[in-house]
């Protein structure tokens, strides 16, 4: 590892859109394959809201709207986990950079407001976790 590498801010590597190298590990792609109008398109991981699985199917969301992926939701935490993705619902998974505000429902239920003003649930036993990543 290069020294000025070891203090490079995190911020950077996730706007930069590619995390740093573990040693003797492959750096994470910043774009996911989907099925579009009988293509494989690289959809940038920056565009991506959420991600749900409905059933076996595993949904991307974006402004523009959903689109399907091949990978399993638990694939895809994996994948996105250097981006900011977080596991807020054992059915959701969403972008850390596209959320607006956490809405208390009851001392233990929340939502997760996203721009646009969709909701994304937040388990009660993920909003530890959550408090602890965001400081609240």
Do not use: Q
């Amino acid at each position: 590892m290069m020294p000025h590498a070891a203090s490079r801010d995190v911020s950077g590597l996730l706007a930069e859109g590619v995390a740093e190298p573990v040693a003797g590990a492959e750096p994470a792609l910043d774009r996911l394959p989907v099925r579009l109008d009988g293509e494989i398109r690289l959809l940038p991981v920056a565009e991506v809201l959420y991600c749900y699985a409905n059933g076996d199917r595993t949904m991307l969301v974006t402004r523009g709207g959903e689109l399907r992926s091949h990978l399993s939701l638990s694939r895809l935490a994996e994948r996105l986990e250097p981006f900011r993705f977080f596991r807020c619902h054992r059915a959701y998974l969403v972008n850390l950079g596209h959320v607006c505000s956490v809405i208390p429902w009851t001392r233990n239920a929340f939502s997760l407001t996203l721009e646009g003003g969709k909701e994304v649930p937040l388990s009660k036993h993920r909003a530890g976790e959550l408090r602890k990543l965001l400081g609240w």
